[in-house]
Nanobody, 124 residues
Framework: QVQLVESGGGLVQAGGSLRLSCAASGRTFSSYAMAWFRQAPGKERDFVAAITRSGGSTYYTDSVKGRFTISRDNAKNTVYLQMNSLKPEDTAVYYC?????????????????WGQGTQVTVSS
């Protein structure tokens, strides 16, 4: 069992930055592929970024490429999402996800664990 706790969300003006953190319980964090998703009101939960177990490979949805960076620190059991040049359309609840059975998380199907979410609001 893995528990994921997100933090770092908040209200920011367009063009600003935030760094989200997701702290994982347990001693097997490095065994999990990790990812960030987001869900805006009335919309589906969408993939944002993913990182492999070692952190050697990262993947992004097109709308955040060049602005967001996913990283992980396996010694601290934490995955991060650095978000720069934020836009109002980035407003959503951001969720951390973990999956032990895949090398790369690509979608919501098959995710083993979810965090509770953290709200990010970008004002124009």
């Amino acid at each position: 069992q893995v528990q994921l706790v997100e933090s770092g969300g908040g209200l920011v003006q367009a063009g600003g930055s935030l760094r989200l953190s997701c702290a994982a319980s347990g001693r097997t964090f490095s065994s999990y592929a990790m990812a960030w998703f987001r869900q805006a009101p009335g919309k589906e939960r969408d993939f944002v970024a993913a990182i492999t177990r070692s952190g050697g490979s990262t993947y992004y949805t097109d709308s955040v490429k060049g602005r967001f960076t996913i990283s992980r620190d396996n010694a601290k059991n934490t995955v991060y999402l650095q978000m720069n040049s934020l836009k109002p359309e980035d407003t959503a609840v951001y969720y951390c996800a973990a999956d032990r059975t895949t090398a790369r998380i690509t979608g919501v199907m098959g995710v083993d664990y979810w965090g509770q979410g953290t709200q990010v609001t970008v004002s124009s």
